[in-house]
C-alpha cells in the first residue's frame, strides 16, 4: 500500500488528518531536507530517493472545486485519480474533502481499464462496485458531470514517526499539463511554480508534537493558500 493511506473496509482507503502547506525556495529546501533526516526516518518509498506521483483531476463544468478554492470556501472538496507508475495494473480514485485546515481522505482501487472508462465519462465502473464509497463516489460524478480538468507531476520524499501518526513530505518539480492522459509517460508538461519551488506538506492527527513544531518554525517558509491543482489550473485555463 502506498504512504498516506489506511484501511476502511474493503477496497476502501481512508485518512483524517491536519495539514498545513508551505511553499519553500530551493536553498530552503535543502535546509529542511537536512533538518528531516537529522530528527525522522524516512519512509520505505523515500529511502533511495523521491518517488514518482501523478494525479488526474477531475472538476465540475463550472470548475466549482476551483473556484472554491479561490474563493477560500472552508467546506471544499478536490477528485482525483493517482497513481505512482504509469505502468501500473490499478490506480486510486480519491475524494479528498477539506474543512480549514482539517482534511478527510476517502478512495478506491480501480483497475486501469476501468480508469480509463471514468476518464471517457463511464462511471459504470463504480456504480457497478458494490462498496458504499464507490457508489458515493458515483453519485457525486453523476450529480456534477465531473470531467478532467488537470494532470499533475511530481516527486516527492516522505518522512513519517508515529506519534500522531506525522508525516512531512517535500513535493519539488511540480509540473502540469491540460490533459486526460493518465497513463502517458510522455505528456508535454510545464512547471508550477517555475519548476523550482518546492512544496512542504505536515500532516497529522490531533497534533504536531512540540519539538517538531520547534524544529520547522527555524524554516522560512511561506504559508500556501492555493493547492497543486489550484496553481495548476491557474496556469492553465
Known amino acids: 500500500m502506498k504512504p ?35 530528527l525522522l526516518c524516512r519512509d520505505s518509498h523515500s529511502l533511495a530517493g523521491a518517488y514518482f506521483i501523478r494525479s488526474l483531476y477531475f472538476d465540475t463544468t463550472d470548475a466549482a ?8 470556501v472552508s467546506e471544499r472538496r478536490k477528485v482525483r485519480l493517482r497513481l505512482y507508475d504509469t ?43 458494490a462498496g458504499a464509497e464507490a457508489r458515493r463516489i458515483w453519485l457525486n460524478f453523476a450529480r456534477e458531470l465531473r470531467r478532467p480538468a488537470a494532470l499533475i507531476d511530481y516527486e516527492r520524499t516522505a518522512w513519517t514517526m508515529p506519534v500522531e501518526r506525522v508525516r512531512i513530505t517535500l513535493d519539488e518539480h511540480v509540473r502540469a499539463a491540460k490533459s486526460s492522459a493518465l497513463f502517458d509517460p510522455g505528456v508535454p508538461m510545464v512547471g508550477v511554480h517555475s519548476d523550482r519551488a518546492v512544496i512542504l506538506e505536515v500532516k497529522y492527527d490531533r497534533y504536531l508534537p512540540a519539538y517538531m513544531r520547534r524544529a520547522l518554525s527555524s524554516v522560512c517558509a511561506q504559508s500556501m493558500s492555493i493547492s497543486k491543482y489550484g496553481a495548476a489550473r491557474e496556469m492553465l485555463y
Do not use: N
Open 87 to 129: 505502468s501500473a495494473r490499478r490506480v486510486r480514485l480519491e475524494v479528498k474533502e477539506k474543512s480549514g485546515s482539517y482534511s478527510h481522505k476517502t478512495g478506491v482501487w480501480m483497475s486501469r481499464a476501468d480508469a480509463r472508462r471514468l476518464i471517457e465519462g463511464d462511471t459504470g465502473p463504480l456504480f457497478a462496485d
Open 4 to 38: 498516506d493511506t489506511r484501511p476502511a473496509g474493503p477496497g476502501v482507503l481512508a485518512v483524517d488528518r491536519h495539514e498545513e502547506k508551505f511553499l519553500l525556495s530551493p536553498a530552503e529546501a535543502l535546509y529542511t531536507r537536512g533538518l528531516l533526516d537529522a
Open 65 to 72: 472545486d476551483y473556484t472554491d478554492k479561490v474563493l477560500g
